[in-house]
């Protein structure tokens, strides 16, 4: 590499150790195994107030507050770690539904958003959606223009999408009269 290029590049310090949540993580475990739960508390802290959705701090902040005997702070750090869990989980469930979708791999889209759809009930609208699509492409089409009702009513938006769509041009006649209300 170049003198040139070298001097192009920022000179970047490393994160100090106190606003590094994996560096505060790591303490706090250190502090987990020699059993001193106040100095584990102040890590796992530490490190949540740094990244807030930090999923292994919350789970060993319940921890060392359970050690310690302080239940209800264990119970309100294991609920948001499990908040956090959902969340993510439900993000990683959308988007695998989604890329099931585009390969049209249309029995696993299904099987993905009925899971999806337990685990994340704000999803209602586009599950119901990308199943209506799913069923139409299976030939279905019943039961695609069943769940396109359904994500219908609960984002009512979504009717104009549909008409676009040509996944669904098979279910547009029917579509048509929900338009014009008809239906």
């Known amino acids: 590499m170049s003198d040139q290029k070298r001097r192009t590049i920022p000179n ?24 001193e739960w106040d100095n584990a508390i102040r890590h796992c802290e530490n490190a949540v107030e740094i990244w807030p959705t930090y999923y292994d701090a919350w789970l060993l902040l319940a921890g060392a507050f359970e050690e310690k005997g302080e239940f209800d702070d264990a119970l309100r750090a294991i609920q948001r770690a499990s908040e956090i869990a959902i969340s993510e989980l439900s993000e990683a469930w959308n988007n695998l539904a989604s890329l099931y979708l585009l390969r049209e791999e249309w029995e696993e889209e299904i099987a993905v958003d009925r899971i999806l759809d337990l685990i994340d009930p704000t999803r209602h609208a586009i599950v119901r959606y990308r199943m209506a699509v799913a069923y139409t492409q299976l030939g279905d089409l019943d039961s695609g ?17 549909a008409m676009a769509e040509p996944w669904l041009a098979l279910l547009h006649d029917r579509l048509e009269q929900i338009e014009n209300g008809d239906e």
């Open 12 to 35: 970047r310090d490393h994160m100090s150790w106190k606003e590094n949540p994996s560096e505060q993580w790591a303490f706090a475990l250190a502090h987990m195994e020699a059993e």
């Open 145 to 161: 223009y069943k769940w396109l009702c359904e994500a219908i009513e609960y984002r009512p938006g979504l009717l104009n999408r």
